[in-house]
């Protein structure tokens, strides 16, 4: 038992090698740095949870903004993965919606640097974002109210990643509901950007 304990702490110390596993190690550190404090998280603290020294977070990803933009970038990257399996907006809403209930560090950060902006200039949602709607956007027709349906859809996901324990609390429903709800809201946000001749 102790060896087994032992074998578990020894493996959480091991510094990452290797230039992908730096990178992998810091770009998930820094994520979590930055949803719980924005851009004032360390690299130091980030240095620390990725187990490298701050030298490597220079070397690889140079000044903190550098580093904000590459992790905004990473976690867009895997997003548009998971959409390339997707053959409509609804099933690609879906499988964002349900994405994002299990990991919401980067809609967390980037409210953290919506909120840190002068507010005059576009926020890192309007740039950041891009690819993702982008290739949402591409699997339907551009009919009307299509981009407005879209943007009330992708405003729950955004909403729910941060919200969602307030909500679920607000209308007294138990953390056993939870998946129950989940399910649901990701099919009625399917349906939100459904257009009306397709679910007729």
Do not use: Y
């Not at 550190?29 to 949870?49: H, K, M, P, Q, Y």
């Not at 967390?108 to 974002?129: F, T, V």
């Not at 709800?181 to 001749?197: D, F, M, N, Q």
């Amino acid at each position: 038992m102790d060896s087994e304990k032992e074998r578990d702490q020894s493996s959480a110390d091991e510094r990452p090698q290797g230039r992908d596993a730096v990178r992998s190690s810091i770009l998930r550190a820094a994520r979590v740095r930055f949803a719980r404090e924005g851009t004032r998280g360390s690299l130091r603290d980030i240095a620390a949870a990725a187990r490298v020294n701050v030298g490597l977070i220079h070397r690889h990803f140079g000044r903190k903004d550098e580093l904000v933009q590459e992790v905004i970038a990473d976690t867009l990257e895997q997003g548009v993965k998971r959409l390339d399996s997707s053959t409509s907006a609804p099933e690609a809403i879906q499988q964002m919606f349900l994405g994002s209930t299990g990991n919401t560090d980067f809609v967390r950060m980037l409210a953290w640097l919506a909120l840190e902006g002068d507010g005059d200039s576009p926020g890192p949602l309007a740039s950041a974002q891009q690819r993702v709607i982008g290739q949402v956007r591409a699997m339907s027709p551009q009919k009307p109210d299509h981009d407005l349906r879209l943007m009330a859809a992708l405003t729950v996901i955004f909403g729910w990643s941060i919200f969602s324990q307030e909500m679920l609390s607000a209308f007294d429903i138990e953390p056993s509901g939870r998946e129950d709800i989940e399910r649901r809201l990701a099919e009625l946000l399917a349906h939100i950007v459904t257009e009306p001749s397709e679910s007729a």
